[in-house]
């Protein structure tokens, strides 16, 4: 039996990409933990409140979480009703998934570009600031998070589509995949 096909070069290296991406980002969990420690010794230690580092940690949040939505959708972390799913050949899971990236992920992520359009863009023409004094000045930043997130979301869609239409045709295991990830996650 032939050896199966890798995905295409320049979609693999997108991928790849997505892979860096999603593990550089968990680096902002480690940020984001040591300055909510430092907000509360500050505000019940010394008696300090600063609007400024509860901020950051409010934008790092909203960056990990819009952010790292792709690279879930690579690792396959999201969440679904597993109890048929679980069940199927890898070849029906594949057609699963590319169903429900077409009717559902694709429209979902158009619609949250062309809804965030106008809110984004008012926010970039005032250069939008917080709201609290002390706080930080990039709003219109945070925003641009929303078109992001959804823009990379189906670029990592359109690489599932393909990867699991390779699944279906038989040109790449459903098997070596989740062993690739698996390699790729140590």
Avoid: C
Wanted: glycine share 6%; hydrophobic share 55%; net charge positive.
């Amino acid at each position: 039996m032939p050896q199966p096909l890798p995905l295409p070069p320049w979609l693999n290296a997108l991928d790849r990409a997505s892979e860096r991406f999603g593990h550089a980002l968990s680096w902002l969990m480690l940020a984001m933990l040591l300055i909510e420690f430092a907000v509360v010794v500050l505000r019940y230690a010394v008696g300090i409140n600063s609007i400024l580092m509860q901020e950051m940690v409010m934008y790092m949040h909203a960056t990990l979480f819009m952010l790292a939505a792709a690279y879930t959708l690579r690792a396959d972390g999201h969440v679904r009703v597993d109890i048929v799913y679980r069940r199927l050949t890898p070849r029906r899971q594949a057609l699963i998934n590319i169903f429900g990236i077409v009717t559902l992920l694709i429209p979902v992520m158009i619609f949250i570009i062309a809804a965030s359009a106008g809110y984004v863009g008012k926010s970039w023409q005032i250069l939008e600031t917080s709201a609290n004094y002390g706080g930080i000045p990039g709003v219109f930043l945070l925003k641009t998070l929303i078109p992001a997130f959804a823009v990379m979301m189906l670029a990592q869609g359109g690489i599932e589509i393909v990867r699991n239409a390779y699944i279906v045709a038989g040109r790449i295991s459903a098997t070596t995949e989740n062993d690739n990830h698996l390699e790729e996650r140590v």
